[in-house]
């Protein structure tokens, strides 16, 4: 009997050890869970504003990066792209390849169906640009009466 209250009382310290090792380990990996996390929501928005180069269709763009991510909107058209591997710059498409944009530098290009659209990056960059198609801004046009009475 002596014998059995013995191996008992091992069998609970052993378990024990073993137990109180393993808690670290689940409190540590809890962390680097919890820190993965916030990262994850801290990602950077990156925000492109982009019109035509002279010669082509008048033409805005607008591109949010986050991530692996773009959304895209080009006079109106808006498009939710994911990144693929290019050997310059970066470039994005949809899944089933009909709308590619690439960046490189202060140019980009979007193909929609197979039509290219070339753009060089203006101003300061605003997630409301590119909602209309032709959208002008006139920013020191005189022509205009800015009396407003």
């Not at 609970?12 to 137990?19: Q, Y």
């Not at 960046?103 to 409301?128: H, L, M």
């Amino acid at each position: 009997m002596k014998k059995l209250m013995v191996i008992s009382a091992m069998l609970l310290t052993v378990s024990g050890f073993a137990n109180s090792n393993a808690m670290p380990r689940t409190q540590k990996m809890m962390k680097i869970e919890k820190t993965q996390e916030h990262v994850h929501v801290m990602e950077d928005e990156i925000i492109y504003n982009f019109h035509s180069v002279k010669g082509e269709a008048h033409s805005h763009l607008l591109v949010i990066l986050k991530g692996d991510h773009a959304f895209v909107r080009v006079d109106g058209m808006e498009y939710n792209l994911e990144k693929i591997v290019s050997a310059s710059g970066e470039m994005f498409t949809n899944d089933d390849k009909t709308v590619v944009l690439g960046i490189k530098g202060t140019d980009s290009f979007i193909e929609i169906n197979g039509k290219v659209a070339n753009y060089f990056q203006v101003g300061r960059a605003n997630k409301g640009y590119a909602k209309k198609m032709h959208e002008h801004k006139h920013e020191h046009d005189h022509d205009h009466d800015h009396d407003h009475k």
